[in-house]
């Protein structure tokens, strides 16, 4: 005779499709508890990692409780980085990877990470994202997407998805139906995705459609309208969208993940607990918290939501059951990924090739470059998203100042630019200084402060050269202008090499 209590195996099930983050560089008892009651995913975050080591005996403690646990990471090895996130990604991301446009360098570089993600014992990255950046005011996708158009992205994301998962760890092609053209962070508010079924079919799917045909297991859904699917529903809430488009026009089988199910775009306007309700009715079969909300409590709230929906007829208990199968499933799957890929050391080279590959100039640079004395160097300083958590390091002034001793550097936030003779003024800017002068900006075309201050001092400094390690704008002002694609530790040395003449 069983004693399980009433509703304890209602409860596994909904522990079963969540998957949260937790706080410290070891498991808390509560993770491990649950755990044990039926969790069956954790989400590991750049506050989790203090070493390689260290995370390799995490994520053992975790599989301790159970060794097909889904371990979950979001690591794009670019500017969004929780692997790298103390020192900068020696990888340049999938903007540099686009703008290169070499598959099989692509590939290499996915292999490379997913052979070091193995080796630490993840089994779930949260990459590629293949959303086509195809509005340049898109303030959350930039440098993240492999480039602003289907076909580049598609042949891109095959490759990476390839990649990744030769090297034994699943990839998650994100975010579906696709988060590229819209004009708000829906970290913070629900952006719109407004074009008609043609346009969305032509503009958005297509890198979707490739990254199934590449064997991808997980797709994670964005907190987006999409009107032309349902004008109501966000798409991580929308059945129409989830199981209509998703599962029955593409044909997926696979694990639907929610994007973090915190996010403004659907927690304010539902609630935490209900937006993850309607998620699971929708079609997800996985529900991502923690980013921002880790504690026990949440999780706890997320697991009792689903079982009172459950109760209340609010959530089928099939689908929950469905969805925790699907779980199931993909653990068991990755599992094997991970035992049947072959070994294989990390190569700390081949991302700086890449964010080699990726630097490309415009603008009179025969008797600029190299630099003929240590230079003054302005960084214009953004504030960082969310998906990029806390500000990793990045820039030129740190590997240009290795390669020519005596450089000097300013870093400005947009707090400190209260006027024009306040920027030149911190800029120690004198033409007669006799001292080259290089700006490195990040998306200066989105910010029109670090837009204004750079006209400022390429003004200033006619002979001023510009390093841009965002989305490259429409014009390329300074006397030279350098695009990194990306504002990784490897597109930063890559700039400082070019700079100094040591590549």
Request: net charge negative; charged share 20%.
């Amino acid at each position: 005779m069983s004693t399980s209590k009433p509703g304890t195996d209602l409860r596994r099930l909904a522990l079963s499709v969540l998957q949260p983050g937790f706080v410290g560089t070891e498991a808390p008892e509560w993770i491990l508890r649950d755990i044990g009651n039926g969790l069956a995913s954790v989400v590991i975050f750049s506050r989790n990692i203090e070493s390689p080591d260290q995370l390799a005996r995490l994520t053992a403690q975790l599989r301790a409780e159970n060794p097909s646990l889904i371990v979950a990471i979001d690591e794009e090895a670019g500017d969004v980085t929780r692997i790298e996130s103390a020192t900068g990604s020696t990888r340049p991301g999938n903007l540099a990877l686009g703008t290169v446009d070499d598959t099989e360098l692509t590939e290499s570089v996915a292999a490379d990470l997913g052979r070091q993600l193995r080796g630490a014992g993840i089994s779930l990255n949260f990459a590629p994202t293949v959303d086509v950046n195809s509005n340049p005011d898109n303030p959350i996708i930039g440098v993240r997407s492999f480039g602003a158009d289907a076909t580049t992205v598609s042949r891109h994301a095959a490759a990476w998805i390839r990649g990744l998962q030769s090297a034994g760890v699943a990839a998650c092609a994100k975010h579906f139906p696709g988060h590229g053209d819209v004009a708000v962070d829906s970290h913070h508010g629900l952006p719109s995705y407004d074009a008609d079924l043609d346009r969305i079919a032509a503009q958005a799917l297509p890198p979707f459609r490739a990254a199934l045909d590449a064997g991808v297991r997980a797709v994670m859904s964005g907190h987006l309208l999409v009107p032309a699917y349902d004008p109501e529903l966000p798409a991580t809430l929308s059945r129409r969208i989830l199981d209509g488009l998703l599962r029955q026009e593409l044909g997926f089988d696979g694990l639907i993940v929610t994007d973090a199910i915190e996010m403004g775009a659907v927690a304010d306007r539902y609630g935490i607990d209900a937006a993850a309700v309607r998620a699971v009715a929708a079609g997800a079969d996985a529900v991502c918290v923690g980013g921002e909300s880790a504690e026990e409590a949440t999780a706890q709230l997320l697991a009792t939501a689903l079982v009172e929906a459950v109760a209340a007829g609010e959530l089928a208990e099939e689908r929950l059951a469905e969805a925790s199968e699907r779980v199931r499933a993909f653990a068991e799957w990755s599992t094997e990924l991970g035992r049947s890929a072959p070994a294989g050391g990390v190569d700390g080279a081949i991302g700086f090739v890449a964010a080699r590959r990726a630097i490309r100039m415009t603008g009179s640079v025969a008797g600029s470059l190299p630099l003929a004395a240590p230079p003054h160097v302005v960084e214009l300083v953004p504030a960082t998203n969310l998906a990029i958590g806390k500000e990793t390091p990045w820039g030129v002034a740190a590997p240009l100042s290795e390669r020519l001793p005596g450089t000097t550097s300013v870093r400005i936030h947009p707090q400190e630019l209260r006027t024009r003779a306040a920027t030149l003024e911190a800029s120690a800017l004198t033409p007669a200084s006799g001292r080259p002068l290089v700006v490195v900006v990040r998306d200066a075309s989105r910010h029109p402060w670090m837009g204004g201050a750079l006209t400022d001092l390429v003004t200033a400094r006619p002979d001023a050269i510009v390093v841009e390690m965002g989305l490259p704008g429409a014009t390329a002002p300074g006397a030279v202008h350098i695009s990194t694609h990306g504002a990784t530790t490897a597109s930063g040395v890559a700039a400082a090499e070019v700079l100094a003449g040591t590549r």
